[in-house]
């Protein structure tokens, strides 16, 4: 019996600490304008781009390219 | 689009704290408020280096581990802001922080630590963007104008890198493999060293200097 309750407080045990081995995931959750309750729109909302995210996205890759100085050149 | 990071090149920074002045003016940050800082390794010996470090906008960051009232995000961009009307400036993060990013400016006559400030890669906060409330609270921001931080834009040897995180990586490959020693960037002899019985390691291929 004694041997019995051990065994079970053991796998007790062993699920418990495999349970802190998670992993929380990575995944950006945006849901109705909130990123995880904090409200806040995308760069690409702005009245410049007016939701153009491909046009945010070239403008962005522009400047990204012009930080390497083997194609300006 | 990957995430946004910044990177520093310990081969280029000549610790001229321009990045640290460009995030001041950008953002008009008061006194006893860095977010940006130029940090020296080995100063003034001989072959001294330098970073320039700020929030990295970490994957799994610690302050938003640590945060008793959950002001943090991250974006879909990447980029860890933080809500400063949740915000108790307690500290919490600032212990986290392996860089010391979080910043806590001085708020009254007796030096009361205000609410939690640092660097938002220049994607301002939770306020409608480009509004005077979003500047007041965190600064310009120049993601929603598809411009990248200002500290990176700014940077005269251009050794602050930042951005789409694949982009600046792919940047700084070419530079190091450019910038010459040849097979010898990377591979055995680099990480360990000439190997037993074989001498010293080959010279630098063209124009590198052994530090």
Redesign the interface.
Same mark, same amino acid.
């Not at chain 1, 019995?4 to 849901?31: D, H, T």
């Given at each position: 019996m004694t041997r019995q309750l051990v065994a079970v407080a053991l796998a007790g045990v062993f699920a418990l600490g495999l349970s802190a081995c998670g992993e &929380?995931p +990575?995944v950006?959750n945006?849901k109705q304008g909130a990123?995880?309750?904090?409200?806040?729109?995308?760069?690409?909302?702005?009245? +410049?781009?007016n939701n153009n995210k491909d046009?945010?996205?070239r403008?962005? &890759?522009t &400047?990204? +390219?012009?930080?390497?100085?083997?194609k300006r050149i | 689009m990957a995430r946004m990071k910044f990177l520093c090149d310990a081969e280029r920074c000549i610790e001229c704290n321009g990045c640290v002045t460009a995030c001041k003016q950008e953002h008009e940050i008061p006194w006893g408020v860095n977010r940006r800082r130029v940090v020296t390794i080995n100063d003034g010996v001989p072959g001294e280096r330098s970073i320039s470090v700020a929030c990295m906008h970490c994957s799994d960051a610690p302050c938003m581990a640590v945060c008793p009232v959950d002001c943090f995000y991250k974006t879909e961009e990447g980029v860890v802001l933080h809500d400063k009307d949740l915000c108790i400036g307690c500290g919490y993060c600032f212990y986290a922080c392996p860089f010391g990013a979080p910043q806590f400016p001085q708020a009254g006559a007796f030096g009361v630590r205000g609410k939690m400030d640092k660097c938002t890669f220049c994607a301002g906060g939770p306020e409608k963007d480009t509004s005077d409330a979003e500047f007041k609270k965190y600064g310009r921001n120049r993601l929603a104008e598809g411009k990248l931080p200002a500290c990176a834009e700014m940077c005269s040897t251009k050794a602050l890198l930042g951005g789409d995180g694949d982009v600046i990586a792919d940047i700084y490959r070419e530079r190091v493999t450019t910038r010459g020693r040849g097979g010898d960037v990377w591979g055995w002899g680099t990480a360990y060293g000439p190997a037993p019985g074989k001498g010293q390691a080959p010279a630098p291929a063209q124009g590198g200097q052994k530090s």
């Amino acid at each position: 019996m004694t041997r019995q309750l051990v065994a079970v407080a053991l796998a007790g045990v062993f699920a418990l600490g495999l349970s802190a081995c998670g992993e &929380r995931p +990575q995944v950006v959750n945006y849901k109705q304008g909130a990123y995880q309750g904090k409200p806040d729109s995308k760069p690409w909302e702005s009245a +410049q781009f007016n939701n153009n995210k491909d046009e945010w996205e070239r403008a962005i &890759r522009t &400047r990204n +390219q012009a930080q390497n100085e083997y194609k300006r050149i | 689009m990957a995430r946004m990071k910044f990177l520093c090149d310990a081969e280029r920074c000549i610790e001229c704290n321009g990045c640290v002045t460009a995030c001041k003016q950008e953002h008009e940050i008061p006194w006893g408020v860095n977010r940006r800082r130029v940090v020296t390794i080995n100063d003034g010996v001989p072959g001294e280096r330098s970073i320039s470090v700020a929030c990295m906008h970490c994957s799994d960051a610690p302050c938003m581990a640590v945060c008793p009232v959950d002001c943090f995000y991250k974006t879909e961009e990447g980029v860890v802001l933080h809500d400063k009307d949740l915000c108790i400036g307690c500290g919490y993060c600032f212990y986290a922080c392996p860089f010391g990013a979080p910043q806590f400016p001085q708020a009254g006559a007796f030096g009361v630590r205000g609410k939690m400030d640092k660097c938002t890669f220049c994607a301002g906060g939770p306020e409608k963007d480009t509004s005077d409330a979003e500047f007041k609270k965190y600064g310009r921001n120049r993601l929603a104008e598809g411009k990248l931080p200002a500290c990176a834009e700014m940077c005269s040897t251009k050794a602050l890198l930042g951005g789409d995180g694949d982009v600046i990586a792919d940047i700084y490959r070419e530079r190091v493999t450019t910038r010459g020693r040849g097979g010898d960037v990377w591979g055995w002899g680099t990480a360990y060293g000439p190997a037993p019985g074989k001498g010293q390691a080959p010279a630098p291929a063209q124009g590198g200097q052994k530090s």
